[in-house]
């Protein structure tokens, strides 16, 4: 095999190993470079094999083309499934609830529930942080492990409005407001709107 076709093989299969791996861990800021960085090898690939196609045309080598088809389906997978075709459900099974926010600039939030009491935070905004935490459920009324993510102490399900109304273990006080000029009505609302988040709820199952 010559070094132009391991180059295509190598650059392929290095890009999709990163991408199965990546989204298991909390890799913050670092995702968002790893992103553009992929982007870049994935674009050279698609070059590089349509410049190995031209090669192998004018040099019919069998394993030049099944190297090529090889890092062709590679591509395709990527395309298909570009946070990898392993994710929590194929491990820890199907969601008892799954939900999700979406804030200013297009950044989101999402938790998914497990039957064995796990759940998973998903926070996308100029990279992907993922943290693993551990849960318990009373009729709708989810307590949430604070010693592992401290965000949240719980939440409650609203299945009227499909919301899961999740509570801040550390809320906004008055002193958070003191720059802004407001009556105490209006200083009254911010706090009480800061102490919890509403996401939407996409997923329930069997609670």
């Known amino acids: 095999m010559s070094k132009y076709f391991k ?11 990163l991408i199965q791996v990546q989204g298991f861990f909390d890799l913050g800021l670092i995702s968002f470079i790893l992103y553009i960085i992929e982007v870049i090898i994935f674009i050279a690939v698609v070059i590089l094999i349509l410049i190995g196609l031209y090669k192998w045309m004018n040099n019919p080598i069998r394993f030049h083309i099944i190297i090529l088809g090889i890092s062709s389906i590679l591509l ?31 950044c989101t939030s999402s938790f998914e529930f497990k039957k064995n009491g796990k759940y998973f935070q998903k926070s996308v905004c100029f990279g992907i942080n993922r943290k ?51 009556d105490s009505a209006q200083l009254q609302k911010k706090i009480e709107y800061s102490t919890k988040k509403f996401y939407k709820i996409y997923e329930i199952n069997g609670i």
Request: no cysteine.
């Open 7 to 17: 180059l295509i093989f190598g650059l392929s299969m290095t890009l999709f190993l």
């Open 132 to 182: 693993v935490g551990n849960y318990t459920i009373n009729n709708d009324t989810i307590y949430l492990d604070t010693l592992q993510i401290n965000q949240y102490k719980y939440g409650v399900i609203h299945r009227k409005d499909s919301v899961l109304k999740m509570y801040l273990t550390h809320p906004k006080t008055a002193k958070d407001f003191e720059d802004f000029k407001l």
């Open 76 to 106: 395709g997978l990527i395309i298909y499934k570009p946070f990898g075709l392993i994710d929590d459900k194929m491990i820890y099974g199907e969601n008892l609830l799954f939900v999700h926010e979406e804030g200013v600039a297009s």
